[in-house]
């Protein structure tokens, strides 16, 4: 039996945009306010369309989706992605165990090394201590033709060693310099500051020797702070010119196949006043005469670090009765101390430091009062 057609289906479709050929007829509303209301074609409008009559198998057959559908991945696609992750995975571990084992910026190795062995002593003085302006008083002593700071801290020349190249002994030299710079003439050390300059130029070895000597000073030759760094009591002492005078050498040479020492001594003279005192003509000299041995193996000249061996420091004019450990007390203008008489020290002069419990500062080195006033 056969089945009827079913009846034809039309579709209106427009061969231009939305609007009629000949505009909208008057009277009809549009835009998309008035989606919801009748909408009335005119001839003109009915004849622009084109009539569509769809076949019946077009007619029972299905129209296909507007949206296609995402296919899901398949089984081989999913074991490829997750192949990749563990892939990528496994590489960023090793990346970071590599950049680990290899990384330049390791922590400093401890090494076994020597405590610093200091001596600190004082010279007192046989009479007054002049007074003057600062400038008057070093243009009337022996430190008249010194340089000025870190200018005063020379290089010798250099030249390689059995050993150890040419490279390695100029690193030697400059860290003993750097290490004296900083602990001489910083103002902030020299004002009892912060002394974490000094710090870093030291082998790890020997921090903790260094942080308990600031920490508790005491006068046993291995804990004072003064024999690291030169410094005052900013409570008592005021330096009265930034301008401190130096001269001296630096020494380098083979301690042996696997380190080099270099020896420092120098003579460093400070202009310091009374803490409040703000009179220029009261300032006095204080000088100090420090001899340094540092030691360097091959890690510590790469890591522009020195093991500091012995210090000697000759200081005054100081009393002897004064503890020296924690600060460096200088007699300022117009005092005195008792002396017993024994042979003056001259902390100007070369030569082997000798080391005691107390010294006489030489009359000869203490700058000419009625010259300074005059």
Not at 13 to 40: C, I, K, L, N, Q
Not at 228 to 256: H, Q, S, T, Y
Not at 272 to 287: C, H, K, N
């Amino acid at each position: 039996m056969r089945l009827p057609e079913p009846p034809p289906t039309y579709s209106l479709s427009m061969a231009g945009r939305g609007d009629p050929p000949e505009g909208t007829p008057e009277g009809v509303p549009g835009g998309a306010d008035d989606e919801y209301r009748s909408v009335v074609f005119d001839e003109s409008f009915v004849r622009a369309a084109r009539l569509q009559e769809f076949s019946a198998q077009e007619r029972l057959a299905d129209h296909s989706h507007p949206v296609r559908s995402r296919p899901a991945w398949s089984s081989a696609g999913r074991s490829k992605q997750a192949l990749l992750l563990i892939l990528l995975i496994f590489v960023a571990f090793g990346t970071a165990i590599y950049m680990g084992v290899r990384h330049p910026y390791q922590p400093p190795r401890l090494t076994s090394v020597d405590p610093l062995s200091m001596t600190v002593i004082p010279l007192a003085p046989k009479q007054p201590v002049p007074g003057a302006e600062p400038g008057r008083l070093y243009a009337h002593s022996p430190a008249a033709e010194y340089r000025s700071g870190a200018a005063g801290v020379t290089m010798p020349p250099t030249r390689r060693t059995e050993h150890f190249s040419e490279g390695q002994v100029v690193a030697a030299l400059v860290t003993a310099k750097d290490y004296i710079v900083e602990s001489s003439l910083d103002p902030d050390v020299l004002t009892g500051g912060a002394v974490r300059s000094v710090r870093l130029l030291l082998d790890p070895g020997q921090l903790e020797q260094f942080d308990r000597s600031f920490a508790h000073p005491r006068d046993d030759g291995q804990h004072s702070a003064t024999g690291w760094v030169v410094r005052f009591d900013p409570a008592e002492v005021a330096l009265a010119d930034a301008d401190v005078r130096v001269r001296g050498v630096l020494n380098v040479a083979e301690a042996d196949d696997k380190a080099l020492e270099v020896v420092a001594d120098h003579t460093f003279v400070y202009a310091v006043r009374a803490a409040g005192d703000e009179e220029p003509d009261r300032a006095s000299l204080f000088t100090v005469r420090r001899e340094l041995h540092f030691r360097f193996d091959p890690e510590d000249l790469g890591m522009h670090r020195a093991e500091l061996t012995s210090s000697v420091a000759q200081a005054g004019p100081e009393a002897c009765a004064d503890d020296p450990s924690g600060y460096l007390r200088p007699l300022l203008a117009g005092q005195t101390a008792e002396s017993d008489g024994s042979a003056g020290t001259d902390p100007y002069a070369t030569g082997r430091v000798t080391a005691a419990l107390c010294g006489v500062m030489a009359p000869s080195v203490m700058p000419d009062p009625g010259r300074a006033e005059g």
